[in-house]
């Protein structure tokens, strides 16, 4: 049992990591919480319910062009909706609540309320130890680390990834570097929308798709990113899996519920406490 | 425009449920009775430069509060629709030292991770609360042994409690803790090295602010006659939200008629509830950046900071 | 006579750094005291110290003989010890009268406690005096924002009075400030001990100004005090002179 726990852990916690990378990205470099971070991720599993689902397209097809639907309409609401109002800490934050309840709507609108499936791409289990894997959870998590990968050679050897750092640590000394912020700020969010987005494609077989789906989306994000501390990748990375696998755990032994207030409880206690969170480095 | 204006004309709008004596009207009419108190109370953290999301957790236990000191314990209902906001204000004066030593972001972030574990508990603790199906039977209000029956009633004591909060929060932001409150937000280095007590003066609002949302929701749960904990959530916060920015935030006159004006939507398109949220995201993004003082801006209504 | 302000051994370390170390003096009620030392000396950790805004890792600081050491900045400033800021702070966007009655309000009625039972206010009253005493009257309804460098300097002084002080620590008062401005901060400085027996305790770079103002001086360098003395035994010191030696200084 204690290896299906683990592995289902694991599994889990490589898409949460994912899904709270780019919630994390925008932060450390923006210093915008993005409350519409979980309805990116529903445009990804929308993306892939009209494509795969509806127009049946090949699934990583569709996957990848979901990716590339969700960062385009995030870089749209960067141009237009964010960058004008990031000089201020609360105006941007609201917005980004803006953003989601319209992006909530209109799924509404189009799709209606309730709540769809898509038929599983790839069946079937294999066995490691004494768990059983099924394939399409091992498929997610094989492109979650690629994905992973990508993001992290992105990051540490391209000169938008070095960028990317600089603003993150300092915005005017980067700036004195020649290095655009406003530039950046549209880079990061693009990629935080992509990553949200190919993250909700990836798992669009997997869990029902409704226009309410990111809702929980964000409550992860969000309990991973204080943990592992707002701003910093690593923190993330262990974040991410540390709740996948404290989740799986739970889950198997215990009442989900209490896990959740628990959660939230270590998000409080943080905050209170330790506000950079495992990993982070302090806020200016 | 002289705010006296608007409030004049609020208080006329406040007759019309009576001429229309339409129970419809009523409804939203006392609805909005307990929203702008609601609104009011965010708007008073804003005031000190906080967004606070645990605005809906102080209507919950308030509302449970009094709903179930009533109910198990057979408290008349004045007296634990006014306990149950004193259980949200004790509340937050246990919290608030801690709190609100954080500020900007992470508070909002602490108050909306209070706010879930507040609602969480509210969801999974069946035996008090019914979990989410709710806590019904709550009996109707009534003082001094004469209870309220008529819509018209609860609209009336709605009324009441609006013209109070209102009232009180008013003559705050006209008076010299407005200033207090503006001088912390504007310099609280400056302000401090006066002697400015700011986290005294933080805590007081917020205990304040959760005394106004701690009797809304208990008139909410005697009005409505039963409580689910998604009535207090992010649904209600957004809401509140919305309320604040379409009004503006700097006058207590802006969330009052930002109250006023969301307050009818749903009612109005109950059969297009798609519409609202779109409606919803769509206003507080055209005021977020076009119109950021709100109508109270728009209005160019006079702030308590002119003077004659 | 137990002096208005002691400091006895106070250190503040961050991390490895030692800002300030082994610091003591005692400050006599209306003593014009100055703090002075080179660049990097730890004249403003000292001064932070002092003023609430750190808690010092060694040694106490105690105010009419109470410990005050690591109480808030606002608690301190109930107490009666005021201060002034080397940037220019205050409420810009209003005006100077706006600005004393603001600040007179909050110290008078500084937490909700307070606030009720402090109700009777002579308050206009009282910032017209204030701004009579700095020199201020004129330039009432001007926005604070738009005063020139030193006038807003003065306005400050006058903001930090409001808190009826009984001693006031004063930031680099003349930074910043062309000659006439310095000196007309200087006589101000002098009003304040003179006509309301506030001692004052100034950190400076001015040179002439602390020599000509000062009735004590502390001399600090690289955290460690020098020596205490008046401006004559100062300036004879060959330790003071050491610690100068090099940097572009007169001390006239």
Request: proline letters at 4%.
């Amino acid at each position: 049992m204690i290896t299906q726990i683990i592995v289902n852990g694991l599994l889990s916690g490589l898409v949460y990591v994912i899904m709270a990378l780019g919630f994390t990205l925008v932060f450390g470099i923006m210093r915008v919480v993005n409350f519409a971070h979980g309805e990116f991720y529903m445009v990804g599993a929308m993306a892939v319910l009209l494509f795969y689902g509806y127009l049946g397209w090949p699934f990583f097809v569709a996957v990848a062009t979901a990716g590339i639907i969700s960062a385009l309409i995030g870089l749209i609401v960067e141009r237009l909706l964010l960058r004008p109002l990031l000089s201020e800490e609360m105006p941007g934050m609201i917005m980004t609540l803006a953003v989601a309840i319209t992006l909530q709507s209109a799924a509404l609108l189009i799709v209606g309320p309730s709540e769809q499936g898509i038929s599983r791409p790839f069946g079937g289990t294999w066995t490691l130890l004494d768990a059983r894997v099924p394939w399409d959870r091992t498929i997610v998590a094989l492109c979650a680390l690629v994905i992973l990968a990508g993001f992290y050679s992105l990051l540490k050897f391209t000169p938008v990834g070095l960028a990317m750092q600089a603003v993150a640590q300092d915005r005017e000394t980067a700036s004195l570097m020649g290095i655009e912020s406003k530039r950046i700020y549209a880079v990061a969010f693009g990629i935080s929308c992509l990553l949200a987005g190919l993250a909700g494609a990836l798992m669009a077989p997997i869990y029902p798709i409704g226009p309410y789906m990111g809702e929980i989306v964000i409550m992860k994000a969000f309990v991973i990113v204080i943990l592992g501390g707002l701003g910093s990748v690593p923190g993330a990375m262990l974040g991410g899996l540390l709740i996948g696998l404290c989740e799986s755990a739970v889950a198997t032994l215990l009442n989900p519920t209490a896990a959740l207030i628990a959660s939230f409880g270590i998000v409080l206690v943080i905050i209170i406490f330790r506000p950079t969170g495992l990993m982070g480095r302090a806020v200016r | 425009m002289k705010s006296r204006y608007v409030i004049l004309a609020v208080a006329v709008l406040a007759v019309v449920p009576w001429i229309l004596d339409n129970r419809y009207f009523f409804h939203i009419a006392t609805m909005a009775t307990i929203m702008i108190p609601l609104a009011i109370s965010m708007n008073l953290m804003l005031k000190i430069g906080q967004l606070s999301l645990a605005q809906g957790a102080f209507m919950g236990l308030g509302g449970y509060g009094a709903a179930l000191l009533t109910m198990r314990l057979g408290v008349p209902p004045m007296v634990s629709l006014l306990t149950g906001g004193l259980i949200a204000a004790v509340v937050a004066a246990v919290f608030g030292p801690i709190f609100l030593r954080i500020k900007g972001t992470y508070f909002v972030l602490l108050t909306f991770s209070f706010g879930e574990i507040v609602n969480l508990i509210m969801q999974d603790w069946i035996s008090l609360t019914g979990g989410n199906s709710g806590l019904y039977g709550i009996p109707k209000f009534s003082i001094f042994g004469f209870r309220l029956t008529a819509i018209s009633h609860y609209y009336a004591m709605g009324l009441i409690f609006t013209a109070i909060s209102f009232g009180v929060l008013w003559a705050i932001e006209r008076s010299d803790i407005g200033a207090i409150f503006q001088s912390l937000n504007e310099n609280e280095m400056v302000t401090r090295s006066l002697g400015g007590n700011a986290i005294a003066w933080r805590i007081a609002a917020f205990v304040l602010s959760a005394l106004i949302a701690g009797i809304a929701g208990g008139f909410y749960a005697f009005y409505l006659g039963l409580l689910t904990p998604d009535a207090f959530g992010m649904r209600t916060l957004v809401d509140l939200i919305v309320m604040n920015t379409i009004g503006g935030p700097a006058s207590v006159i802006g969330p009052m008629l930002g109250a006023i004006l969301i307050v009818p939507l749903p009612e109005l398109l109950r059969e297009a509830r798609q519409y609202q949220l779109l409606i919803y995201g769509i206003s507080l993004g055209v005021f977020l950046m076009f119109f950021r003082q709100g109508l109270v801006g728009l209005l160019r209504l006079d702030k308590p900071g002119d003077r004659p | 006579m137990t002096p208005i302000l002691s400091v006895q051994g106070v250190g503040k370390r961050f991390g490895g750094l030692h800002a300030v170390s082994d610091v003591s003096f005692d400050m006599q009620h209306g003593e014009i005291f100055g703090v002075i030392g080179p660049n990097g000396a730890g004249k403003t950790t000292l001064f932070n110290v002092v003023a609430g805004y750190f808690k010092p890792t060694a040694g106490k600081v105690s105010f009419e003989g109470e410990d005050i050491s690591g109480l808030p900045s606002d608690e301190i400033a109930r107490r009666g010890i005021a201060r002034t800021f080397q940037a220019v702070y205050n409420y810009s966007k209003h005006t100077v009268e706006e600005n004393l009655r603001r600040s007179e309000v909050i110290a008078r009625r500084h937490g909700p406690v307070a606030y009720f039972k402090n109700r009777n206010l002579a308050a206009v009253a009282d910032s017209r005096r204030v701004a009579d005493f700095v020199g201020l009257s004129s330039l009432m309804n001007n926005v604070a924002g738009s005063l020139a460098y030193g006038q807003q300097k003065i306005l400050g002084i006058g903001m930090a009075m409001m808190v009826s002080p009984k001693l006031m620590l004063m930031d680099e008062p003349a930074a910043g400030l062309n000659s006439s401005e310095k000196m007309v901060i200087g006589r101000l400085i002098r009003k304040l001990r003179d006509e309301r027996g506030i001692g004052i305790l100034i950190v400076e770079h001015d040179m002439p100004l602390v020599m000509g103002l000062c009735d004590r001086i502390l001399v600090i360098n690289q955290g460690k005090p020098i020596t205490t003395g008046t401006p004559a035994e100062i300036k004879a010191d060959a330790r003071v002179i050491d610690a100068y030696l090099g940097q572009d200084y007169e001390f006239a």
